[in-house]
T-cell receptor, first 115, second 110 residues
């Protein structure tokens, strides 16, 4: 069974704090993704990575950065948290094949509240 | 036009009913199609992949119509446990990025 774990289920941070969300997968997947999910807006891609140290911006990268130093680990960083970053953050991973999208497996999510 | 469009529902059906969801996608170059299920306050989980020839998994049947660019999901003999939001998912162009629809909510009542 694919397992994707996230460092926290719930997190409360203050405006301006630096926030780290970590994700680990155990299936040797090349691709890893960070999404946020908000009511009425669905899942929106923040960043993704297709290899160690490689990253690409998704649809809403502003205010976020990522780090992928090891294949199994993908971190999302909020440089200076703001209230509009209050959301559910979901990490996912998948195999990689140029021109083909494999199914993505999700972690349980981190519900972040910024006050 | 949204890249992936779904009727948000909710579909409210009695146990045992058959219910069908449709989804349309805008990019004719898309090659990978999936249905995901998401329970309230949980992560999305893969329900089934959708193949060109159509595929069935127990009570669930998925169909793909490339000419009309739509995907369907049929659920037969609905169970209370089928209550969830069903997400239609398509890859962007021919890349490995997935685009998720906003979901169709299903409520199965006793």
């Amino acid at each position: 069974d694919v397992k994707v774990t996230q460092s926290s289920r719930y997190l409360v941070k203050r405006t301006g704090e630096k926030v780290f969300l970590e994700c680990v997968q155990d299936m040797d997947h090349e691709n890893m993704f960070w999404y946020r999910q908000d009511p009425g807006l669905g899942l929106r891609l923040i960043y993704f990575s297709y290899d160690v140290k490689m990253k690409e911006k998704g649809d809403i990268p502003e205010g976020y950065s990522v780090s992928r130093e090891k294949k199994e680990r993908f971190s999302l960083i909020l440089e200076s948290a703001s209230t509009n970053q209050t959301s559910m953050y979901l990490c996912a991973s998948s195999f990689h094949n140029t021109g083909l999208a494999y199914e993505q497996y999700f972690g349980p999510g981190t519900r972040l509240t910024v006050t | 036009r949204k890249e992936v469009e779904q009727d948000p529902g909710p579909f409210n059906v009695p146990e045992g009913a058959t219910v069908a969801f449709n989804c349309t996608y805008s990019n004719s170059a898309s090659q990978s199609f999936f249905w995901y299920r998401q329970d309230c306050r949980k992560e999305p989980k893969l329900l089934m992949s959708v193949y060109s020839s159509g595929n069935e998994d127990g009570r669930f049947t998925a169909q793909l119509n490339r000419a009309s660019q739509y995907i369907s999901l049929l659920i037969r003999d609905s169970k209370l446990s089928d209550s969830a939001t069903y997400l239609c998912v398509v890859n962007l162009d021919s890349s490995y990025k997935l685009i998720f629809g906003s979901g169709t909510r299903l409520l199965v009542r006793p």
